[in-house]
């Protein structure tokens, strides 16, 4: 996603800072991959504009996600299962490794709520109320 195109200065404003996503190394200290992939997304709203990540993490439930924002640095993490005996796929598709993903909020920018609804983490984004140096973000399940 490019940070061009005249599309205003709320995307010069927020989205420069936040899709700059630095590569942050996983357990084993290898580089970190594009695992698993996200869709960053700008919301309209009449109480404010915001943005919205979505990662997809089929596989992974509220438990073995974590989102942790401390100062301007969001992360977002998760631990995989392995789901059993690799014996048994005779394919094996979804992927539930582990993973870790960093971000830079642009200043003032910051995470308000999360979400896991059918395989997509979405972490809503919108101007900071009052600076917080570290806190965990609380991964609800969406209600049916």
Do not use: C, K, W
Not at 80 to 92: E, K
Not at 115 to 143: F, K, Q, V, Y
């Amino acid at each position: 996603m490019s940070a061009g195109g005249g599309r205003g200065a709320f995307r010069a404003t927020f989205v420069l800072h936040v899709h700059g996503m630095e590569r942050a190394p996983d357990a084993a200290g290898a580089a970190a991959d594009n695992y698993p992939p996200y869709d960053l997304l700008r919301v309209r709203d009449p109480a404010g504009d915001g943005l919205r990540l979505v990662f997809a993490v089929a596989g992974f439930g509220p438990d073995q996600l974590e989102i942790v924002v401390t100062g301007d640095q969001l992360s977002v993490s998760g631990e995989g299962t392995g789901d059993g005996d690799p014996g048994r796929f005779l394919h094996r598709g979804i992927a539930a490794r582990r993973f870790r993903r960093a971000f830079r909020l642009a200043p003032g920018l910051d995470v308000v709520a999360a979400e896991l609804d059918r395989g997509l983490l979405s972490i809503a984004l919108a101007p900071r109320a009052a600076d917080r140096l570290s806190r965990a973000i609380a991964i609800r399940p969406r209600s049916p």
